[in-house]
C-alpha cells in the first residue's frame, strides 16, 4: 500500500517529507498508533562482517527518525539468522559463520548505532535484541508445528527474493528458504517480548515484512505493521555503498573518517539533495537552500553533506581535520596528516613503476589502469602530473617526513610511507 500524503503523526510526517516511504501495510492505522502514543518499532540486521556499509545506513536513519519522533527503537542483530543468511538478491548461499565471529561482528556493529541512537532502559530508548536468543532454542519438530502451518509453499515461491533467484536458475537450499519464516517469527517474538508493532527495511524485505505481519495478526491478533523504504541506487544507477574500491564501511577500522568524509563529497550532483534529507539532520528549509545551489555553488552543498554525514558518524573533530585534508590536498596543492596514508615495503616502491606502486595503494585496481590514468594526465606524484605510467618512484620523491603524494583523477589522494 502506498503513503497516505496527509499524516497526522510526527513521525510519518518526517519519513513522508525526507523520502523514507516506499510502501506501508497499514497506513491509517499506524499513523493513528503513532499519533497517539509510543510505538516501538524494529529493523533487523544480520551480522556478517564487523561493519555494516553505508548501504544499511538508510535503515539506521529510520530507527533514528523514529526515537527523534518521540518512540522506541529495536535493533535486531541477527545472531540466529546470519546463520543462515537472507537469500533476497543473492545468487549464492553466504559462507556460514561460527558463533564466535557472530558474536564478535554483533559487538563490533554496536558501536556504530551507539552514534544514532540513545540506549537505556526508558521507555523511548533504543535496545539492542539478538535473535540467537530464541531461534536457537527451538527444536525442529516444535518449529514446524508452531509457524509452519502458517506459511504456504505457494506464497513462499512467489517472493520476489525466491522467485528471482530461480528464474536465474540459481540453486537455493533448504536452509535459506526457511529464512523468511525465521524473520517472521522475529516479529512474532518481538511482539511478545516488547510490544513491538512496526517492522521497517528495504522495499526488497517487502515479502518478507508483510509475512511477519500476518504472522502477528493471525496467531495473537495483535496490531502489527509494516513500512518498507526505497530502493536506493544513486542517480547513476548504481547500488548505494558500493563503489569500484569497494564497500564504504561505517566502522573507522574499516574505513577512516578521511575516505568516509570524501565518499560523501564525491557523490553524484543529482543526489546531492535527497541524500541530505535522508542522511542528515539539516532542517528541510536548509537542505532546499544548499539543494539549489548552482554551478560551482553545488561544492559547498556537497561539503555541508559531507561535514553532517561524517559529523554524526565521527564526531565534529574528525569531519573538521577530514575536510581540512581535503581542501588543502585538492584547493591548496598541499599535503596534510590527516590524508590516508599508505605504507609499503621500500624495496616495493623505491626503483618500482609508478604504475605498481599506484595500485599497490589501492588508487587503481589494475597496472594497466594505472598507466591508461597517466596517459589522459590523471596520475599525479606530488602534484606533478606524470604521462608515463613506467617511470620510476626515486628515493628522491621522498620528502623530509618520509612520505610522497601519490593521486589518481580527482577524487583519490593517498600518502605512501616506504618503510
Not at 155 to 166: G, I, P, Y
Request: aromatic fraction near 8%; charge should be negative.
Amino acid at each position: 500500500m502506498t503513503a497516505d500524503p496527509a499524516f497526522k503523526s510526527s513521525f510519518l510526517q518526517t519519513l513522508q517529507a525526507r523520502g523514507y516511504i516506499h510502501q506501508i501495510t497499514h497506513p491509517a492505522e499506524l499513523d493513528e498508533a503513532a499519533a497517539s502514543g509510543v510505538i516501538t518499532g524494529y529493523i533487523g540486521f544480520d551480522a556478517t562482517a564487523p561493519s555494516l556499509h553505508v548501504g544499511s545506513l538508510i535503515q539506521i536513519m529510520m530507527l533514528r527518525r523514529l526515537q527523534q519522533a518521540g518512540h522506541k527503537p529495536i535493533v535486531l542483530m541477527g545472531g540466529g539468522t546470519t546463520k543462515v543468511g537472507d537469500p533476497t538478491g543473492k545468487d549464492a548461499s553466504r559462507p556460514q559463520l561460527t558463533d564466535e565471529t557472530i558474536r564478535s561482528n554483533i559487538a563490533s556493529i554496536r558501536t556504530v548505532f551507539e552514534k544514532f541512537l540513545t540506549f537505556g532502559d526508558g521507555p523511548t530508548d533504543a535496545v539492542m535484541v539478538d535473535n540467537d536468543e530464541w531461534l536457537s532454542t527451538f527444536g525442529y519438530i516444535q518449529f514446524l508445528r508452531d509457524f509452519g502451518t502458517h506459511f504456504t509453499v505457494n506464497r513462499m515461491l512467489a517472493f520476489d527474493s525466491v522467485k528471482l533467484r530461480l528464474e536465474r536458475e540459481q540453486p537455493m537450499t533448504f536452509l535459506e528458504f526457511n529464512y523468511m519464516l525465521m524473520q517472521s517469527v522475529d516479529f512474532l517474538e518481538l511482539n511478545r517480548r516488547f510490544g513491538c508493532t512496526l517492522q521497517m527495511g528495504g522495499s526488497d524485505q517487502w515479502g518478507n515484512i508483510t509475512s511477519g505481519v500476518d504472522l502477528v495478526r493471525r496467531v495473537d491478533q495483535k496490531a502489527a505493521f509494516g513500512l518498507t523504504t526505497p530502493l536506493l541506487t544513486t542517480a547513476s544507477g548504481g547500488k548505494m555503498g558500493k563503489t569500484a574500491q569497494g564497500a564504504v564501511w561505517l566502522n573507522a577500522d574499516q574505513l577512516s573518517p578521511y575516505d568516509y568524509w570524501q565518499f560523501w563529497r564525491n557523490v553524484d550532483d543529482a543526489d546531492v539533495g535527497r541524500f541530505l534529507r535522508l542522511f542528515t539532520d539539516l532542517p528541510l528549509d536548509e537542505v532546499a537552500r544548499l539543494e539549489a545551489l548552482e554551478g560551482a555553488g553545488i561544492n559547498d552543498a556537497k561539503k555541508a553533506l559531507a561535514d553532517a554525514a561524517t559529523t554524526m558518524l565521527h564526531g565534529a573533530d574528525a569531519a573538521a581535520h577530514a575536510r581540512g585534508a581535503a581542501e588543502a590536498a585538492f584547493e591548496q596543492g598541499r599535503l596534510s596528516v590527516d590524508l590516508p596514508t599508505v605504507e609499503l615495503p621500500r624495496d616495493e616502491v623505491i626503483g618500482a613503476m609508478l604504475a605498481a606502486v599506484a595500485t599497490k595503494a589501492g588508487l587503481t585496481t589494475s597496472n594497466g589502469e594505472a598507466r591508461r590514468l597517466a596517459q589522459g594526465g590523471g596520475l599525479r606524484l606530488n602534484d606533478e602530473a606524470i604521462a608515463d605510467g613506467a617511470r620510476l618512484v626515486e628515493a628522491a620523491d621522498v620528502n623530509a617526513d618520509g612520505v610522497f603524494k601519490l593521486a589518481a583523477g580527482k577524487k583519490k589522494i593517498v600518502l605512501v610511507r616506504p618503510v
